[in-house]
């Protein structure tokens, strides 16, 4: 490290907030270290988990009996835990039930003035973290109205007593409500719910090439030469085929980023992902080949979200579906332009109820792959989000170390069994052996991109990198905005070296945004550090600290401020306003 770069690392000493906000436990498992050979009882898990340098496997698991309900009175002898079916040692335990309500609340976090942090502030009494996804992207508009309804009926009712926020997916992810435990701020956050149609068409999931086209064709169509009817199914075999793939990419990459978000919340959190879902496969209508399947890229993002401990809970917001006729708003059609009679009815019954079990193949894959609930086929939205809120507020998390330390990118299947016997265990189905690190470098432009996509206005949070930022307000004398940095050490992936020196290798970002939510600034800073012992024993306790200068023109400023951990791709950010005065 330049001397340059270590006066501007050490300068941010007045910033001594790490001890303020931090809520880590100082204690770190790193792969170097040798486990102990004798038999330890499981540990209670700690309120934040840190997995950074470490192969630790967290498992969330629900048990229930047979009327549906929790069981909360096991030990850790009672669960049995296998990896591709060898047995592994239990070390980590806990039981986690959403508290009652008590007259003692959590006191609100108060920071000092000027000063930020991406921490998630939780209470206990409020039970785990749950985000509302509202899927308008995969969702077609006209059972948009029937979920807007369902979700102002459940918000009326007794609604959630818990630490609640709401996103939506139309052409991008935005935060409707960030967590809150009002229902007031819940019902207003509905509101913004907007009912216009996605740029990415699904107005008619089920829609085959010969319905697209007597949609936008009509009668027409029964007066074209079959060569241009067989030019056209193509061209809109083409069409539909892009646009599930579009669809796709930009949920998954929704799911993972809200992944991100809850990264840094303590225990398992729920994801509700109301939506009517996308196929896992797409196959040509033209020559029946297989155009796109979706599974492993499903399969990684319900990874990244396991590690993140959290569950999904897919609720289809068209409640029963009725397959068994034909859409009413076609004429009758067929592909030459005669009537749909017979066979030609028949297939399209059959391929509209295939697409409605696709469908609800990605909703119980993704459930079963994070260990949620898939809810469809039933009119009671609103009950359907009160259960998968229930059915998340009690359970047990197991904690293993691998014995198989071969990480050979491949997918360990993970099972949990009980002595007891008459009980349902539901959990995660497994995890990609890959070394994190080699994940954080497998695409550094992508994590980079992923990374910048965080920064930009009415983007979630990412909270997997806790950090503190202390903004100093320019005065009349300077346009200069200075931002001081205090990443918490022990999330950060140090690689020791031969020397005995510590290696670090972080980004850091200050994006400044107008009113008008243009850009006016960005400074990017990349630091390459390696970190002498004592240096290094000062880090760990007050922090990794760096300082960004931002020089901006009179005026008032969102600054989106983010923190990387190049080599384990872990991230944080956060947003302040400033105002820059005349000179």
Do not use: C
């Not at 835990?81 to 980590?92: A, C, D, S």
């Not at 949609?215 to 199914?233: E, K, N, T, V, Y």
């Not at 929704?254 to 879902?277: D, E, F, M, Q, T």
């Amino acid at each position: 490290m330049s001397g340059l770069a270590l006066f501007r690392f050490l300068l941010v000493g007045s910033l001594s907030l790490s001890t303020i906000i931090f809520s880590v436990p100082q204690q770190e498992v790193r792969p170097s270290q040798p486990q102990a050979q004798a038999k330890t009882p499981p540990q209670e898990i700690p309120s934040m988990v840190l997995r950074v340098t470490t192969h630790l496997v967290i498992v969330d698991t629900i048990v229930t009996d047979r009327s549906g309900k929790a069981v909360r009175d096991l030990k850790a002898e009672d669960f049995k835990l296998y990896e591709n079916g060898q047995p592994q040692e239990i070390r980590v335990f806990s039981f986690q039930q959403t508290l009652p309500e008590t007259s003692a609340k959590t006191a609100k976090r108060i920071l000092p003035e000027n000063v930020y942090t991406n921490v998630p502030e939780t209470n206990a009494h409020s039970g785990p973290p749950t985000v509302l996804l509202i899927d308008a992207l995969n969702t077609p508009t006209a059972d948009r109205v029937y979920l807007h309804q369902q979700l102002v009926k459940y918000l009326q009712g007794s609604g959630p007593q818990q630490n609640f926020a709401i996103y939506l997916l139309g052409n991008r992810l935005q935060m409707l409500q960030d967590f809150t435990t009002d229902p007031e701020l819940l019902k207003a956050a509905i509101k913004k719910f907007s009912l216009e149609p996605s740029a990415v068409k699904n107005e008619h999931p089920e829609d085959g090439i010969d319905d697209a086209l007597e949609r936008d064709l009509g009668d027409i169509m029964g007066g074209l030469p079959p060569s241009m009817i067989r030019a056209l199914r193509q061209f809109e075999d083409q069409k539909i085929i892009a646009q599930t793939d579009m669809r796709v990419t930009i949920t998954l990459d929704a799911l993972r980023r809200i992944g991100r978000y809850l990264a840094g919340y303590p225990g398992r959190k729920n994801l509700i992902w109301v939506s009517a879902a996308f196929p896992t496969a797409v196959t040509s209508a033209v020559d029946g080949t297989l155009a796109s399947n979706y599974s492993q890229a499903m399969r990684e993002t319900a990874n990244a979200l396991t590690d993140a401990q959290v569950a999904i809970y897919p609720v289809d917001p068209r409640g029963l579906v009725n397959t068994s006729t034909t859409d009413i708003t076609l004429s009758g059609r067929s592909p030459t332009g005669g009537a749909r009679r017979g066979p030609d009815a028949a297939d399209d019954v059959a391929r509209r109820n295939a697409t409605q079990e696709n469908a609800h193949d990605s909703m119980k894959e993704m459930a079963a792959e994070t260990g949620g609930r898939a809810f469809y086929n039933r009119n009671d939205i609103d009950n359907a989000i009160a259960s998968s809120i229930e059915d998340g507020s009690a359970y047990y998390t197991l904690g293993y170390y691998p014995t198989n330390k071969n990480w050979d990118d491949k997918f360990h299947k993970i099972e949990v069994k009980l002595e007891r016997k008459g009980l349902q265990v539901r959990s995660r189905k497994g995890y990609f052996a890959t070394d994190p690190e080699k994940v954080a470098r497998l695409d550094e432009k992508t994590a980079r991109q992923e990374f910048v996509n965080f920064l930009t206005p009415g983007s979630p949070k990412a909270t997997s990198l806790p950090f503190v930022v202390h903004v100093n307000p320019p005065n009349q004398a300077t346009s200069e905005v200075i931002v001081d940095f205090s990443v918490e050490p022990h999330a950060i992936a140090f690689k020791r070296g031969d020397d005995n020196t510590e290696h670090a290798e972080m980004d850091f970002i200050v994006r400044a945004f107008d009113s008008k939510g243009k850009s006016a600034g960005n400074e990017t800073q990349n630091l390459k550090a390696d970190f002498k012992p004592e240096t290094f024993a000062q880090i760990m306790t007050i922090g990794l600290r760096f300082r960004e200068t931002i020089k901006l023109p009179p005026g008032k400023y969102l600054l989106e401020m983010g923190v990387r951990d190049a080599r384990s791709n872990l991230m944080g950010t956060v947003s302040a306003f400033v105002e820059v005065p005349q000179s």
